[in-house]
């Protein structure tokens, strides 16, 4: 049986009435594809492997968040080992700023361990478990949003991918305005060019992205990177290194404390780790040979078929 591959996950399916179909050849079937568009459309692919997993495996979303975060946080060295020579690191911000991801990683594991032992209720006559009716919201709100602004961008003007289609061009603005809250204390960043800026900001920035990772699993770097740029304001190449150093650790803690709550399948991120590396490796060449604008689109339709899934399986 495939289940005794997964202890954890089938653990957690059984205290939570769940029948899990955990296929070995379908997983590794998933992680190389869902490593391939990772790849080949960005940082916004990383968004789909919880929900996906729950969706197509009915693996619980406790196990589905807290393995993808530990496979993300080995996803994650590659990449500084990668781009550690190719960029600029602020540690200064990316240190105050891993202050607030800490507790808002803390702050959303603990939420999701309140929904995980919520039990079920009863609506017009069906039962529904507290946690996958919330997450599949959280999830279907996030990639609705996602998606739609993906399909609105590329019928427009051209971008380069999910990520920049969520900064918006009108944001400097508002950085203006950030920098200039003078709620002490003030503090410098020369690396990134920023002579004072509140604390408080920076502690806000870290703990809206590490509720993201804490809660749903999400790497944060989808809110993280137009974050830095235009609520901070880091030039791009110190975004770029800041935002790998910060979600280095912030991973490393979600998925220490997700480990010591039991939402981690070991064996679940071995597999997601080794063929979505590799999906990611062939999907980023891919992306150097097809730069079609219309091919983000394929993305937004991806995000909307993931949503119209977890409406699905709420209400049937």
């Known amino acids: 049986m495939d289940t005794d591959f997964f202890p954890i996950a089938s653990y957690w399916a059984q205290i939570q009435g769940l029948q899990i179909h955990p296929s070995l050849t379908g997983l590794i079937i998933f992680g190389f594809l869902v490593g391939g568009v990772t790849g080949f459309f960005g940082v916004g692919g990383r968004l789909l492997t919880s929900p996906l997993l729950n969706g197509l495996f009915n693996i619980?979303?406790?196990?589905?968040?807290?393995?993808?975060?530990?496979?993300?946080?080995?996803?994650?060295?590659l990449n500084i080992l990668r781009f550690k020579r190719m960029s600029r690191i602020d540690f200064k911000l990316g240190s105050w700023m891993l202050a607030g991801t800490i507790i808002g990683v803390e702050v959303g594991a603990r939420i999701l361990e309140l929904f995980k032992q919520a039990g079920k209720f009863t609506l017009l006559g069906k039962s529904f478990g507290f946690l996958p009716l919330v997450m599949s919201l959280v999830y279907g709100a996030l990639l609705l949003w996602i998606g739609l602004i993906i399909y609105r961008e590329a019928r427009g003007k051209g971008i380069e991918g999910p990520a920049e289609a969520l900064i918006?061009?009108?944001?400097?603005a508002m950085t203006?305005?950030?920098?200039h809250i003078h709620l002490p204390p003030m503090i410098s960043l020369p690396v990134s060019g920023i002579e004072a800026i509140s604390l408080w900001v920076i502690?806000?920035?870290?703990?809206t992205t590490g509720l993201l990772v804490g809660f749903i699993g999400a790497g944060g770097g989808f809110i993280r990177m137009p974050a830095l740029i235009y609520v901070i304001g880091c030039p791009m190449v110190v975004a770029i290194g800041t935002d790998l150093f910060e979600s280095l650790f912030?991973?490393?803690?979600?998925?220490l404390t997700h480990s010591f709550k039991g939402n981690i399948d070991l064996i679940l991120v071995v597999i997601l780790l080794i063929t979505g590396s590799l999906g990611n490796q062939l999907g980023g060449a891919l992306a150097k040979k097809f730069t079609h604008p219309n091919l983000r689109l394929i993305f937004a339709f991806i995000t909307f078929a993931v949503v119209i899934l977890l409406v699905m399986k709420l209400v049937m």
Request: charged residues 5%; neutral net charge.
């Open 60 to 77: 619980p979303f406790n196990v589905a968040v807290g393995s993808d975060l530990c496979q993300m946080m080995g996803t994650s060295t």
């Open 168 to 172: 918006s061009p009108h944001q400097p």
């Open 176 to 179: 203006a305005r950030l920098q």
């Open 203 to 207: 502690l806000g920035v870290g703990m």
């Open 250 to 255: 912030s991973l490393g803690y979600g998925t």
